[in-house]
């Protein structure tokens, strides 16, 4: 099928839109990496599993570069914490060789007692006022409790802990535990804080693993005034979950008291210096967080900001409530991937079946925000409003600070039913399979598309492009039949192709590297084969592509530092192949990664000058890779495009805009 262009007009827009009123309820793969910190089983996993192939061309002297070195890791990491006891693993800082006895500075003297816990950081011990002060309460307390860290341990290797800092700035926050000294003594960095009692976890074990309406909408409301307070200090906590939510100590006037501990991996939500909101970025190789609790975005590397908190929360409320989340029981390397995967795909309504409606309205709210949307701490507080007798003046956990913030609510939920009915729900809708289509701005030029097509008459319409002066710009396959664009903008000075059974044929591609030709676009089908195109005409000097079963961003991240851009890529099943080259003319490059369309990052990424150069999709996610050019000249304006069927009627459409297709993959999107 050929369509000539005509007419030129420069429209200035950027737009998204889904054929489909896109609502979404995803499946996953390649979330978090199972790696880095944490009690219990999954202490000290690495990623893998990632690294079929890569083959490389090199100018001058040939070779074959493998392997994906040299990332950085986050500060702190962890990973699921099993809702069980930590297992005893001795490692640095083995409370052999713990001082007896700890003075920091002027404290009074404490000595040693009984362990109260231990994290993939810390060791927390009673510590016991044996001189010094005279009171009974905060530093002169009776006991108080001593957190150790090692001075050669993972989270000290400059310096104090991390979390040092954070207590710094949010000593005397709401809900969170005075820290009274701090300090170094035989070799550990010591902490001297309030002594808490036994952790949400603890309790909710010892009342045969579950917990009332009551007690959760009150351990709901508190939390949810507790996070706000630290918000509003501009941190989120980042790791929330009901090992981390202590009462005050049992017998005492607190012990119905909510606190919140473990700030390692807490991090700013609001620039400290100006107060504004932080950028929103994506490394889907960095996992923050504990598997189990953790928000999607944490598991696909956003940067954490509100929203991250109040989701995690809500999986801790259903867990307390309800005993179980339905992705317990993942194991092994895919762990992070399937555990996401299972987030995304089970809605708030099945997640929340068995749960008083309150919960799944908490958790549609939160699942829906945005990067820095202001979370509506009051409206949140009055979903629980019904569980709670805010009159009575007794609870199973004190409410005093939901009580506080309950005082704003009048006005808050009036402003908030206005602007719900605005807000798109980004994650709700079916899992869909769709063709995404991507269209760039430019002068006038001619542009053909090819779809259904069977393998035998690819080479036919290959060879009319030819001779009517296009060449092919891009390729996507769907059911096994391919589609394939040809124009006449590309540049290239020739061009040849195979399609082969083998996914991304190595022996090939090497061939043509030979006669100087460069991959240019790749599509693979269900069935494994793929169709590469080479050609000649790119300002690339130097290539190479990699297949792998996970997205394989570490190596993608690798290769950006060697001065690589990601210049086409596809998927073929759940094996994606992605081609880097040098010399793309590329500044930046950043991927979006999700178990659906990323609209919100995609816009968030326009905004900032990027434009999108690549797409791919599996069954189960998207990835988009979005590029910054080198040369800053004139703004290119692009839209997208989600259909069922291939896009034929609405590209001419475009076209009528001097809108060209520029990527299309057929793959996950919600519907
Ligand atoms: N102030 C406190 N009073 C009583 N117990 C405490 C206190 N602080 C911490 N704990 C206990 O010690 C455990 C470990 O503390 P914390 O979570 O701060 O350590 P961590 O090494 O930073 O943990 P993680 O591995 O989760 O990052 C907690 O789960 C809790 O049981």
């Given at each position: 099928m050929q369509v000539l262009r005509g007419g030129i007009r420069q429209s200035k827009r950027i737009n998204d839109n889904p054929e489909s009123s896109a609502s979404l309820v995803p499946t996953a793969r390649n979330a978090a990496p199972n790696r880095g910190r944490g009690r219990g089983r999954g202490r000290g996993r690495g990623r893998g599993g990632m690294n079929p192939e890569e083959n490389q061309k090199l100018v001058g002297p040939s070779a074959c570069g493998r392997g994906c070195n040299g990332i950085n890791l986050p500060v702190r990491q962890v990973v699921e914490n099993s809702a069980e006891k930590p297992v005893a693993v001795k490692e640095e800082g083995s409370t052999s060789s713990l001082p007896e006895r700890v003075q920091l500075g002027n404290s009074p003297v404490y000595k040693l007692d009984r362990k109260l816990g231990k994290g993939g950081f810390g060791q927390v011990f009673v510590g016991r006022r044996i001189s010094g002060g005279t009171g009974c309460s905060g530093p002169d307390a009776f006991e108080v409790a001593l957190k150790f860290e090692h001075q050669n341990g993972k989270g000290c290797s400059s310096g104090p802990p991390y979390e040092w800092q954070v207590y710094s700035t949010l000593n005397g926050c709401y809900g969170l535990p005075l820290v009274h000294y701090k300090g170094q003594l035989g070799g550990y960095y010591i902490l001297v804080m309030d002594m808490l009692g036994p952790s949400l976890w603890d309790v909710w074990n010892s009342n045969n693993q579950m917990l009332t309406e009551e007690m959760v909408a009150c351990i709901a409301v508190e939390a949810i005034s507790i996070l706000e307070q630290l918000h509003l200090k501009g941190f989120v906590h980042g790791d929330v979950k009901p090992e981390n939510f202590l009462l005050g100590q049992p017998g005492t006037s607190k012990e119905k008291t909510l606190y919140l501990v473990d700030l390692g991996l807490a991090s700013r939500w609001k620039e400290a210096a100006s107060a504004r909101h932080v950028d929103y970025d994506q490394k889907p190789d960095v996992f923050r967080g504990t598997v189990r609790y953790a928000s999607v975005h944490a598991h696909l590397g956003r940067t954490g900001s509100r929203r991250d908190d109040l989701e995690s929360l809500a999986y801790t409320l259903i867990f307390l409530l309800r005993?179980?989340?339905?992705?317990?029981g993942y194991i092994g390397e895919n762990k992070g991937f399937l555990v996401c995967k299972k987030k995304m795909g089970t809605s708030p309504a099945a997640l929340c079946s068995l749960c008083p409606p309150p919960f799944q309205q908490f958790l549609e709210i939160v699942t829906n925000m945005k990067f820095d949307e202001e979370p509506n701490y009051s409206k949140l507080i009055s979903l629980f409003h019904n569980s709670i007798d805010f009159n009575s003046s007794i609870h199973p956990i004190q409410i005093d600070g939901a009580i506080k913030v309950g005082q704003k609510r009048e006005r808050s939920l009036t402003e908030l039913e206005d602007g719900e009915q605005l807000k798109k729900k980004v994650r709700l809708g079916s899992p869909a399979s769709q063709w995404i289509s991507i269209y760039n701005s430019r002068t006038l030029m001619k542009q053909r598309y090819h779809f259904n097509v069977i393998d035998s008459r690819l080479n036919q319409h290959v060879e009319k492009g030819k001779e009517d002066g296009l060449y092919v710009s891009c390729v996507a396959s769907s059911s096994n039949l391919w589609a394939i664009v040809m124009d006449a903008g590309t540049g290239f000075t020739s061009q040849v192709y195979e399609l082969s059974?083998?996914?991304?044929h190595k022996e090939w591609i090497m061939e043509q590297w030979e006669k100087n030709y460069y991959i240019t676009s790749v599509a693979g089908a269900c069935n494994g084969s793929a169709l590469v195109i080479m050609s000649k005409g790119t300002p690339y000097t130097q290539q190479s592509y990699k297949v792998t079963d996970v997205f394989p961003f570490k190596w993608i991240n690798k290769k950006w530092k060697e001065g690589f851009s990601v210049t086409s890529m596809t998927a073929a099943g759940n094996k994606w192949g992605i081609v880097m080259s040098r010399n793309a003319g590329y500044r930046l490059q950043v991927v979006e990664l999700d178990f659906l369309y990323p609209s919100e990052g995609i816009h968030r990424r326009w905004e900032k000058g990027f434009r999108i150069t690549s797409a791919a999709a599996t069954e189960d996610q998207a990835a988009f890779i979005l590029s910054a050019p080198k040369r800053k000249s004139q703004d290119v304006m692009q839209e997208t495009l989600r259909t069922s069927a291939f896009p034929s009627t609405q590209v001419k459409d475009k076209w009528l805009k001097n809108l060209y297709i520029s990527s299309i993959c057929y793959g996950r999107t919600v519907s």
């Open positions: 005993g179980k989340l339905p992705w317990q059974p083998i996914f991304l």
